[in-house]
């Protein structure tokens, strides 16, 4: 499953699966949070300011939340996922 992952300024990472990419975007954080699990629930802690909560399982519902959100463009096997109306 090729994951990628568009950000608004133009970033983008890429991977085998959702984890892989997960890692990708808490290397380039700003403090590097120790584990992907760090990444997440800080991640978590930000969208909760903007006033929005997410409820996430693994990386791949991470992903999807974020995109759900707006946060980010997802594309799972090459095909973009959106939220249906």
């Not at 629930?41 to 759900?68: C, H, K």
Request: glycine residues 8%; proline residues 1%; charged residues 25%.
């Amino acid at each position: 499953m090729y994951v990628t992952v568009k950000l608004s300024d133009g970033t983008e990472y890429e991977g085998m699966d959702a984890v892989s990419v997960v890692t990708q975007m808490r290397l380039r954080d700003w403090d590097i949070p120790e584990t992907n699990i760090d990444f997440k629930d800080n991640m978590v802690r930000r969208i909760q300011m903007t006033g929005y909560t997410i409820v996430y399982w693994d990386a791949t519902s991470f992903l999807m939340a974020l995109a759900e959100l707006g946060f980010i463009t997802l594309y799972i096997g090459g095909a973009e996922v959106v939220k249906k109306e």
